[in-house]
């Protein structure tokens, strides 16, 4: 019989008809006391306690355990009582190969035994089983001192090994970020109490070197001052001063009296990439998983996973060998500067370089313990265009990865293979995306899909001092639209006759950069014809990947940043925030030049001082305060966003420390709502572009929609551009035109954007407690941490660690014991602060009903039809009015055509 039926009575405790408990709760608790109670180092007269608030976390009375239990419930579920000595046979599903060939694998000593075993492959397996009489080398020595350390009890008769307890010390450093002095602190305290000895480790520094075999290594390459180059190569490791510069490579520092050592000025840590892409296959954890996106096909033309993009299966079209083993990895690449010091003055940047591989399922994809730093790019200077000498050792061994591949033992299948990896593209904000594909995002020319094509188009503010991409974009309408034939809403006197600008292939822009210098071998320069034909820098050191020109997408526009920059232009010049908006005197003299729109025009008193007439796009300051204590009174659900009524400064008029994300939130969900006081003609194109970016962001994409979305923002844009000034319109407001593109040919953005990459950059900031040291301090947080989360898969289950923790909003419900309702009703939690009750009234009462409806999934197909019978009876409706009329119609709608019990 299942365990869930035969224990069934553990989360069906109250008697439905009756008070009180049910007989089969009160007999089985008794049982499991009992059962708890005869295991061997039970003393007195404690157990773990299992109720959903201790969840086996710490030892209490049986007789306090049982009254925990009759009122909160045992934790959710465990139906092996694993805690309390018994073997759970599903547990085979996350270990490892020795744990299926021999019984008894669930004893705790056998799961780290089997960590060990997975850490260093099968021919040490092969090497305990057989007599094995040679002495062993470095790399078995390792793996014998760890097996012992894993064997080695902390005292006769504990439960512990002097493993397990260096590993669950240093995760609970990593996870709490727990400086080295506390960490000795408490290990000392844990050797004073326990029996004479024993075997815990003495301080930081020895619980490091013991799990440090477990882990991966790092590598210091000494590199030229001012970053001209690294001595990296058996050449270059000779030099004792830079090629190109001439700068020292080391300076003297004294260690005693009279004497020196030559320690390297200036050092960078690599973190080799290939034994991270080998430890994802030795691990039942992940190997499993690394062929999700061959053996999970999706419909075609369902976008939910970058391997369901034109990117992807272009790849594989032109490398057949590759795509016929799908456990090859293909990886993209974020880099990223952030200042480690806060509250300081000294500036200074850091730049980790980030691998994440891409076989992973949707769930596993993008997150923490699969985001493998490689490089740690040193300070105190942005790396600029001089990122690709940094970027040598890595791209050395992605070539390696590519030409001849790594022997690697996949334990799901217990075989060995060749794997290979490839590199599909970056990930990066603006300024980055020039740093490494070499094509300035500045100037007339920043767009790297129009390329010199645009250099027509966009044109320079003689008042504003910069420059407008106003009116770039009539060229990308269909030829017989009615906006090409407009010359008096955009450029005043100008038809649009040009074709849309053709997208170069990998083969065209290699014909481009590969006459170009390469930074990596001279000093940099400006190359021939820059800012005027082109706006090359350099080529990139990507170039020397063979499959580089291949890559449909070689560096991907972030959606995050550029959804942010174009919700500040929107809201900062619409709510005409001083200093920030986009339509100040400059911008109105601007105009007069180009447009034809006199009443915005400036106005020249009888005094001499200018005027500035309101324009049509600005809310007046009665709205803007309306505005301003509607966002400050806003509440929205926990973790959606953070705390709008920070932001707000109502004294100033303004909104200060608004993040990515709450940008994010703002401009798709309440740009519409906020703005609803503007005149319709205006209103209608900016509630079109927030409902284009939410779309966008959608986590699963369908190729017809992108197409319609493809035409969609071109005549957005448009309509923006019949809206507001030239002074509006810079590179971020033009960018938006090729996203549609990128996410047909790429994927959902979830997978190329940098949301993920910049809570991991947070992370890595939390790290630097040496602030004399930051990329040292990172790099030996971030391979401890690393190590951790291998090792994680072997901890029991009641060790709260990163993967296995309990959301803070977790009530301990179980979905199994509550009856299910409409799916609207089914998310549990807890009540944040105190409960307190009241009626709602009429307009409250309504917008929770509408709120109901239109997030209830049962309600969806009755929406659709809805929206079907509105496209019907009017064809030529936006979808801005549609989503209106949803909000105000819908409820009549549906009661009055649906029956409803």
């Not at 450093?173 to 400086?179: M, P, R, T």
């Not at 997408?553 to 908006?581: A, Q, S």
């Not at 703005?675 to 699963?700: G, M, Q, R, Y």
């Not at 197909?861 to 019978?869: M, T």
Request: a positive charge.
């Amino acid at each position: 019989m299942d365990i869930r039926v035969r224990r069934s009575w553990m989360y069906n405790r109250l008697n439905p008809h009756k008070k009180g408990y049910t007989p089969e709760f009160l007999k089985g608790l008794e049982e499991f006391v009992s059962f708890a109670m005869k295991q061997p180092g039970t003393s007195n007269n404690e157990i773990r306690c299992p109720c959903s608030i201790c969840r086996n976390i710490g030892f209490i009375h049986f007789e306090e355990a049982k009254v925990h239990i009759f009122k909160k419930g045992f934790t959710p579920d465990y139906w092996y009582w694993t805690c309390h000595g018994e073997v759970n046979p599903e547990l085979c599903v996350e270990l490892s190969r020795k744990q299926y060939a021999q019984e008894g694998y669930n004893d705790h000593h056998n799961r780290f035994e089997n960590m060990v075993y997975d850490v260093f492959g099968p021919q040490h397996q092969m090497q305990c089983d057989d007599d094995y009489e040679e002495s062993p080398n470095i790399a078995d020595q390792k793996f014998y001192d760890l097996l012992h350390a894993a064997q080695k009890p902390l005292w006769p008769g504990c439960d512990h090994t002097e493993l397990s307890v260096a590993v669950r010390l240093l995760t609970i450093k990593s996870e709490g970020n727990i400086s080295q002095r506390s960490f000795n602190q408490m290990v000392e305290l844990m050797k004073e109490t326990n029996p004479p000895n024993n075997c815990v480790p003495q301080d930081y520094y020895r619980a490091k070197k013991i799990v440090s075999k477990l882990g991966l290594t790092a590598e210091k390459i000494d590199c030229c001052v001012n970053g001209c180059m690294l001595f990296y190569t058996d050449e270059c490791k000779q030099l004792k001063e830079c090629k190109f510069c001439n700068a020292p490579r080391y300076e003297k520092k004294k260690i005693g009296k009279g004497r020196f050592k030559e320690v390297p000025i200036k050092r960078m840590h690599y973190l080799p990439l290939t034994p991270r892409l080998k430890r994802l296959y030795a691990s039942m954890s992940s190997a499993p998983h690394m062929t999700w996106h061959y053996e999970t096909r999706r419909e075609p033309g369902v976008l939910c996973h970058p391997s369901d993009g034109e990117s992807w299966k272009h790849f594989d079209q032109v490398y057949p060998d590759f795509a016929a083993e799908p456990r090859n990895v293909r990886l993209g690449l974020c880099t990223d500067g952030f200042a480690p010091f806060n509250h300081t003055t000294s500036r200074y940047s850091c730049w980790p370089v980030i691998v994440t591989p891409y076989n992973l399922p949707p769930e596993l994809c993008m997150t923490t313990p699969y985001m493998f730093l490689t490089l740690i790019i040193p300070g105190p200077k942005n790396p600029k265009s001089k990122i690709d000498v940094y970027l040598q050792p890595l791209i050395d061994e992605l070539k390696q990865l590519w030409n001849e591949g790594v022997l690697t033992h996949d334990i799901s299948r217990k075989q060995n293979f060749k794997m290979k990896a490839a590199l599909m593209w970056t990930i990066n904000d603006f300024p980055a995306y020039g740093m490494l594909s070499g094509w300035s995002t500045a100037g007339k020319l920043a767009c790297p899909y129009c390329m010199n094509q645009s250099k027509s188009k966009a044109f320079y503010l003689e008042h504003s001092k910069k420059c407008s991409w106003f009116d770039c974009h009539r060229q990308f309408l269909p030829m017989n639209h009615v906006f090409r034939r407009n010359k008096d809403a955009f450029y005043k006197d100008r038809k649009e006759k040009s074709k849309p600008p053709q997208l170069l292939s990998g083969e065209d822009v290699w014909e481009e950069v590969s006459f170009l210098p390469k930074i990596t071998e001279v000093d940099p320069c400006v190359c021939d014809g820059f800012g005027v034909s082109h706006n090359w820098k350099k080529q990139s050191i990507f170039w020397e990947l063979p499959y580089w020109k291949d890559n449909l997408i070689r560096h991907n526009l972030d959606v995050m940043h550029i959804e942010k920059n174009v919700f500040d232009n929107v809201f900062n010049t619409v709510m005409d925030i001083k200093g920030k908006t986009k339509d100040n005197a400059k911008a109105r003299k601007d105009l007069k030049e180009y447009c034809r729109r006199k009443e915005l025009e400036l106005h020249v008193l009888p005094n001499g001082k200018e005027l500035k007439p309101k324009a049509k796009y600005v809310l007046s300051n009665d709205q803007q305060k309306g505005v301003y204590k509607w966002i400050s009174e806003l509440k929205m659900p926990d973790g959606h966003a953070s705390n709008l009524h920070r932001c707000v400064n109502s004294e100033e008029q303004k909104i200060i420390g608004m993040k990515s994300h709450d940008c994010h939130v703002f401009m798709e969900r309440l740009l519409p709502i906020a703005f609803s006081a503007l005149p319709h003609n205006v209103w209608n194109p900016i509630a079109e572009l927030s409902k284009f970016f939410k779309d966008l962001c959608s986590t699963i994409l369908r190729v017809d929609d992108l197409l319609l979305m493809e035409q969609n923002i071109v005549i957005i844009t448009c309509k923006l551009e019949k809206i507001f000034p030239p002074g509006f319109f810079n590179s971020m407001e033009h960018i938006p035109i090729h996203l549609p593109y990128e996410a047909r040919v790429g994927g959902p953005v979830q997978y190329r954007w940098m949301y993920p990459f910049e809570r991991y950059l947070n992370r890595l900031k939390q790290m630097v407690k040496n602030r004399s040291r930051v990329e040292g301090s990172i790099c030996e947080a971030y391979l401890c941490q690393e190590t951790s989360h291998f090792c994680s898969y072997y901890f029991e289950s009641h060790v709260q660690t990163l993967r296995n923790k309990v959301g803070r909003n977790d009530d301990g419900v179980q979905d199994d014991v509550v009856p299910q309702t409409f799916s609207i009703f089914n998310h549990y939690g807890r009540s944040a602060g105190f409960c307190k009750s009241r009626y709602l009234d009429d307009r409250e009462l309504k917008a929770a009903h509408l709120h109901i409806l239109l997030n209830c999934e049962e309600v969806q197909p009755y929406i659709e039809c809805f929206v079907k019978y509105l496209e019907e009876n009017n064809p030529n409706v936006s979808q801005a009015v549609i989503d209106g009329r949803i909000s105000s119609e819908f409820p009549t709608w549906f009661y009055t055509y649906v029956s409803v019990p």
